[in-house]
């Protein structure tokens, strides 16, 4: 199974294909005697097509030689479980027309993303025209398929449409490429039978043959697992053989029937649960497997959907999604469903729809590019439905705003879309702005992950705590790596690193959600003058108010501007006194230059006078992690400077005095945002960052800039006062098409 991500880097696709994809092909090459099944995800055929044409030639020829078998499945590897009825067939459907166009030969089984298992997916598979996919072991189990009974097919069918199941064995998948190929051989031979009826499947990611840390050398290099394990097929020839899935199915019936419940492998099980129970269940399980107890084959974690629940995050993508998806259908015009459609299934691509071991929804680049696709596939159905054609000017589309409970979570937010923005009000939590996107740029600007509890910064607390042991102990043992002994590298699961020493002092946790325009109530200055960025970022500071995750309600709502309110509390020493929030957003603008103006007024509603400090706070995702220079605050550089400017970068951490003005942007994605406060605002900003694992060990991700306009108050009772924050966009380029460009594809 061969995938890069929509959105991942081209030179990650160039060096994986360097490294994984092509010395597999030189593999099969060499050994013409070994068959077997490869899955290619759309976004990696599309990037193969483009770049290295000659590796599909070469896929093409093991094709019509009976070599190679071709899978299909999603195209863009969405998880099909989450997606409306119509677009899993979609997905299905392309995937089979893409693979046919460029191999010649229409794909009978299907790969299946992560392994996500409904019991609704037979008929969605066999409605394609698939008759196989592949699961895990994990499945068979849940499905209670006794462990010597995993080596063949079974069948399992939804609504009259019948299915056939390949289990991935348990053995091969951890022997291959990670034991030594007798160990491969030797198992094989224990569970042969005289009869030739028994298979063993193992499906699993291609990158691992290359691509992980450690094992280009073990596969490629001076180990040459590969070829040594290729070989070692071969020279067992008389009572082993290799095969393709169907050509197995066209000879040998299934071992039986089966209906398995929702599922994936047990890793991804594992990661769905809550932070909390993922460690004591992974304990549970290794220790029941360790021991033989039979209950181990009981134990069962999560759910995928959980995913929607551990993250505020991940369920806004999915649901827009499927906001975009409905809008998707609704298109007549067939050019602009047709364009339309591949963006909102590109924007399905899985990995930013959960967080597991590494990456997902904490990939920044990533998930900024499915965002970006669910905004152009919406902002193109809602162009058409308001008229405007391809092309045409684009600012005709109506101003609109409405309460949908666009989270499904039982409460309505507010959504208000111009013909240059799209911003959803969560209500509910601090009447927060959860999603801003700027529709010409396609981009996600409110895009800011919460810190939050992972289950594997136990595992890095440890490693610390080990390390600094083994320094005391032996100066010369500092910075090793857990789970590297041996000649043969060990599986991602199992390694332990970290990219810089002393992460564990940057696992902080937000205690809110990370949204736009929230209202905090911080000390006044004279006693708090020591709230800076620091105190800011890592939450050591002292809430006196109950506004930044507490429900509004809605005052008045119109196309242009939404007013909500609160009667919430001053929480100081005498009270709590009563005080009333009322924020005011108001949208304008034209398609390349939105704005959003937030208006904050602050009333006494107790009998006493209060002093404390008003803080605005904003999340915004303009892609400057990495110090990248082209992501900016610009900020007046100073009375006497004759109006020249200072530009730092938006990953940085900064405190001014006195602003009334300032832009932030990013000079690579043509986006300026010009910042008026009024009155003149303290300014305060810091990266938001989380520690997260990859492949290459633990490290910090940017996730975005978290900006905070702050004014001291001293009100009297029944005083009000009014405070305002104006955003003007402004965005160089439209990406829409034109309709000459939309008829072409």
Known sequence: HNHQPVGNFGWVFEDVHRSAYAPMLGALERHPRVRLGLHYTGSLLEWLEAEHPETLERLRALVARGQVELLGGGHYEPILASLPQADRAAQLMVMADEVERLFGVRPRGAWLAERVWEPSL??????????????????????????????????????????TLFGTEQGLRYRIPFGEVEEVIDHLRRHATQDGRRLGTMGD??????????????CWGDGAWVDRCFAAFEANADWLTTTTPSAWLDTQPPVGRIYVPTASYVEMTQWALPANESGPFHDALEAARLEGRVEARFLRGGFWRNFMARYREINDLHKQMLRAS?????????????HAREHLLRGQSNDVYWHGLFGGIYIVHMRLAVLAELIAAEDLADGWAAGRTLGAPSDTAAFAAGLVDSDLDGVDEALLSTPGQVVVVDLAEGAGIGSWDLRAARLALASVLRRRPEAYHETLRQHEARAAGDAAADPAAAGATEGTAGDAPRTIHDVVQAKEPGLTTHLVYDWHERRSSLVHLLPAVADGDGIGPTELSSAAYRELGDFADQPFEVVSLDARELVIRRHGHLHVEGGPHALRVTKSLRLGGGRLDPTLSLET??????GVESAFELALEWGLQLMGGGGNPAAYYELPAGKDAGGAVRRLRHDGTGDEEGLDGFACGNDDVGVRIDVRATPAARVTWYPIETVSNSEAGFERVYQGSALLLRWPLRLAPGEEQRFEVHFAARQAEDATPSAAAVGER
Do not use: C
């Not at 990611?205 to 073990?218: I, L, N, Q, R, V």
């Not at 409905?326 to 047709?338: E, F, G, H, L, Q």
């Open 601 to 606: 007024a602050l009333r006494n509603d107790s």
């Open 326 to 338: 409905r809008k998707v259908a609704a298109i007549s015009d067939p050019a602009v469903r047709r």
């Open 205 to 218: 990611d291609g990158e691992k043959f290359g691509a992980w840390p450690g094992t280009f050398e073990h």
């Open 122 to 163: 037979p008929a969605d598979l066999a409605d394609a025209g698939y008759e196989w996919t592949v699961l895990d072991d994990n499945h068979l189990r849940a499905a209670s398929v006794p462990e010597d009974e995993m080596w063949g097919t079974y069948t399992t069918d939804d609504q009259g449409r019948r299915l």
